[in-house]
């Protein structure tokens, strides 16, 4: 690539992260909005809570969904038009009269988390030279770290100073910044496969694609186990103030950022290490937390290294899946995407019913135990299923063209 192309290309890989970024956004800011949306439409707190489930659970079955009927488009055309959904579906959120007008607005949403993280979260090795590529895939998932940032606060300083319908209007107006960038930026980027159905079931019959997914699995129900009950733990257990929960939550937001970037280069060496290195270390603080309630500065350093690992996880989890197809990232992406938003939802039911039953402690060992468990499988199996060949047809897979280096196991 020329200095010009190479340019454009990074230009392009930031209007992606920013996509991702606003998606991510406006998945988790109604969290914090959900006491002032329940009063407003007139739903119990629990039946607000369904707009957060069913934007995950539609992603997940969007996912595939998407790769499969979008497969023979022009990725540009199909992300610029899944921008468009997320600005519909944050714009029909600020104005919906009703809860039942909402949620239809967060499914369109979902529809848009699963797509675009299916297509978009795998195109940065279209965009940059191959080298490059896990670096440009560091910059689009880091959308997820830094609107896990901002989320909670913005949630909450929204709902201090007027009506939840601000947040919404923010998240679509920062879509439409996203949209008219995508629109300058991204080149046309022809597909290079067909995808079917049976494409995305032969891909559970590759060793390494059914290793990636297990451990993810068990990587994101560890983590959303704990986190979903993180401010809980802080006010209950360790006795801070609503300020204080805040700032932790910020540390541990900065501290992913930091660890998605560190992980773009750990990865190029050894993404096994990476990934396995990252769920002991995840396990191993959250184990840790209740232990050292009694200390604040504790408290916040075993956030720093749970932040840390975390945002390497992603990354690494993905790229993983990404040369894990013999049918190209876009395949085993889709699958993957499908595999987290299901497990997120998992973690946070586990991690409700062990608080409900064994208390905040005992669901922080729980999330431990499952990384753990995570960890062993990943470890054990990818060892020996890291170098299999993937025995997929042509029939099945169409042609695919590479479009990226394969990183280091």
């Known amino acids: ?37 329940a009063t407003d439409l ?3 707190i629990g039946t607000a809570g369904l707009m957060v489930v069913a934007t995950g659970l ?35 959120a600020a104005i919906a009269p009703s809860f039942g007008i909402l949620l239809v607005a967060r499914m369109l949403l979902g529809v848009g988390i699963g797509g675009f993280w299916a297509i978009g979260a795998g195109i940065a090795g279209r965009l940059v030279k191959p080298s490059a590529t896990i670096r440009a895939t560091s910059f689009i998932t880091a959308g997820v770290s830094v609107a896990t940032v901002v989320s909670l606060p913005l949630g909450a300083f929204v709902s201090s100073i007027g009506s939840w319908r601000l947040g919404f209007v923010i998240g679509g107006v920062l879509g439409l910044v996203a949209l008219v960038l995508q629109l300058v930026m991204l080149p046309s980027i022809p597909a290079v496969q067909r995808v079917r159905f049976s494409t995305l079931g032969a891909l559970l019959r590759v ?10 699995a068990f990587v994101f129900a560890a983590q959303f186990a704990a986190y979903t009950y993180v401010a809980p733990f802080l006010q209950e257990l360790v006795g801070v103030g609503p300020d204080t ?31 396995g290195a990252s769920k002991f270390v995840l396990a191993a603080a959250v184990v840790a937390l209740p232990l050292l309630a009694h200390s604040v500065v ?50 946070s039911v586990l991690g409700g019913v062990a608080v409900s039953t064994v208390g905040i402690a005992g669901d922080f060992w729980l999330s431990a135990g499952i990384a753990v468990v995570g960890a062993v499988v990943l470890v054990g199996l990818g060892l020996r299923r890291s170098s299999a060949v993937p025995q997929v047809t042509d029939a099945e897979v169409g042609d695919p063209t590479p479009t990226a280096s394969t990183p280091v196991v």
């Open 42 to 44: 007139d739903v119990p």
């Open 58 to 92: 539609v992603g997940a079955v969007a996912a595939p969904v998407v790769t499969v009927a979008t497969s023979q488009l022009d990725r540009r055309v199909v992300l610029v038009a899944l921008t468009v959904l997320l600005v519909v579906a944050d714009g029909l």
């Open 298 to 347: 504790g408290v916040f350093a075993l956030l720093v290294v749970w932040g840390l690992v975390w945002g390497a996880l992603p990354l690494g989890m993905q790229t993983w899946m990404s040369t894990a197809s013999p049918g190209g990232s876009e395949t085993g992406l889709a699958l993957f995407v499908t595999t987290i938003q299901l497990a997120i939802a998992a973690g």
């Open 1 to 37: 690539m020329t200095s010009s192309a190479e340019r454009r290309g990074w230009l392009s890989v930031v209007s992606v992260a920013l996509g991702s970024f606003v998606l991510v956004l406006s998945e988790f800011l109604p969290i914090g909005l959900l006491p002032a949306i």
């Open 207 to 216: 060793p390494r694609a059914r290793v990636g997914l297990i451990a993810a």
């Open 245 to 275: 929960v805040t700032l932790a939550l910020l540390v541990f937001g900065v501290a992913g950022i930091v660890g998605n970037f560190a992980a773009g280069f750990t990865l190029n060496r050894s993404v096994l290490g990476t990934i």
